[in-house]
Every structure is written in C-alpha cells, then in structure tokens.
C-alpha cells in the first residue's frame, strides 16, 4: 500500500525565512509525485510534478525536488501570501485507476 | 491544464435528504474523480467518474451511498444520500487528460448536514 508523510503538519515563518516541507513516500513503482497548494476554503492548486530522483522543478520561490525515498519543497525568502497548507501526493500502478495517494499536508503560515 | 467548475459552493442540508453535486470541465477530459475532503483531513478518493458505464468505487464507498454520473467528457455529477452528519465535509471534482499524470481539482463544495 501507498504511503506518504509530510512534516512538519505545521509551520510558522517570519518573511523572509526560507525553509523545507518534507514528503516521504513509500510506493511501488513511482509514476509521478506532485505538489498541490490549498488554499482555505478552495481546492488543491496544481503546483508541480516530479517523475524521477534528481529531478528539480521550480516555480517563483518555490522549488520542488525528488530523491528515491522523499521529497522537499524549499520556499526561499516567503511573502505572507505564500501562507497555504501543501499537499504531497504519489501515484503509482498499484491502487484503481491511477489514484493520488495524498499526504496530510504542512500548514504553512508566513509572517509580516 | 484544465479549469473546474462546481455547484453548488455549498449547502445545508437536513438528515435524511440527499444533495447533487455538479462538476464542469472547460475541456474535454480522460478521467474524472470524486474526493472527500473531512475536517483537517487530507483527499480521500471515493470513486473514479467512467463516462457512459458504471463509476469504480474505493474500499469503504458505494454506489447506493454516492451514486455517480458522467454522460459525457465534460461533465459529472455526485449525489450524498441519505445524508447524516458523519457526511458533513468537502466534496471535490478532479480531471486529467490523457498523456499527464497530474489532476487538476475544482473549488470544492462545503456540505454541512444538520
């Protein structure tokens, strides 16, 4: 069975403060790992996907990267408007239809 | 990518009756899927929408439960029934198309039941 872990579940950061999310996987053949930004009362926002260890995405101050067991999201020098809970997900072949098997998230809150 | 759509927002219903949720997508799409989404929890999958046959169902979700549509690549429908407070959560749409692996999600419909 599919599993991932995110730490921490929260975060508190004064702008400016660049830090890591973490996400540990456990899966059978990965097919894709992807970064999703929630916002509350919203749906998951697409962020990023991560196929293979090595790989490195990066979107504004955010950058995505993927080794065989985890995966971190750096967020360099965060606005408060990065404040968000992110979600790590895994698909693998296991599991029906190719579902997402998600993480709980890391609340993230960035001070002014 | 693909710009989701649901209705309604939200709602509040009473025991026993039943809710229609809707999901638009701006094109046409593979697959369609229905998540939960409880209180401080993270996505739980209850079924993948099949267009024009019967929707595949997660372990701990059926078809009597949360009937699903989806006539045709845009479009699908979830329906809570029979509803208790145990239902009260978020209900989310997703689609991907063909040659991507990532789902693009939907706003989410907030569903209190009193």
């Known amino acids: 069975e599919d599993q991932v872990t995110q730490s921490p579940e929260a975060l508190r950061l004064q702008e400016g403060e660049s830090s890591s999310l973490n996400c540990s996987y456990t899966?059978?053949?990965?097919?894709?790992l992807f970064w999703y930004r929630q916002d509350p009362g919203k749906g998951p926002e697409f962020l990023f996907t991560?196929?293979?260890a090595g790989e490195e995405k990066e979107k504004e101050r955010l950058k995505a990267t993927l080794t065989k067991k985890e995966s971190f999201l750096h967020i360099t020098a965060p606005k408060p408007e990065d404040s968000a809970t992110y979600l790590c997900?895994?698909?693998?072949?296991?599991?029906?239809?190719?579902?997402?098997?998600f993480g709980s998230g890391t609340q993230l809150t960035v001070l002014p | 990518s693909a710009v989701i759509s649901q209705k309604p927002s939200r709602d509040i219903c009473q025991r026993g009756t039943s809710l229609t949720i809707q999901c638009q997508v701006d094109?046409?799409?593979?697959?369609m899927f229905w998540y939960r989404q409880q209180p401080g929890q993270s996505l739980t999958l209850i079924a993948t929408?099949?267009?024009?046959?019967?929707?595949?169902?997660e372990s701990g979700f059926v078809i009597d439960k949360f009937p699903i549509s989806r006539p045709n690549l845009t479009f699908s429908t979830l329906t809570v029934s029979n509803m208790s407070p145990e239902d009260s959560s978020i209900y989310l749409c997703?689609?991907?198309?063909?040659?991507?692996?990532?789902?693009?999600f939907g706003p989410g419909t907030r569903l209190t039941v009193t």
């Open positions: 991560l196929y293979s």
């Open positions: 997703s689609a991907k198309t063909s040659g991507v692996y990532e789902q693009y």
């Open positions: 997900a895994v698909q693998s072949p296991s599991g029906s239809a190719r579902q997402l098997t």
């Open positions: 929408a099949n267009q024009g046959s019967e929707a595949t169902y």
């Open positions: 094109s046409q799409v593979t697959m």
């Open positions: 899966v059978s053949g990965l097919r894709g």
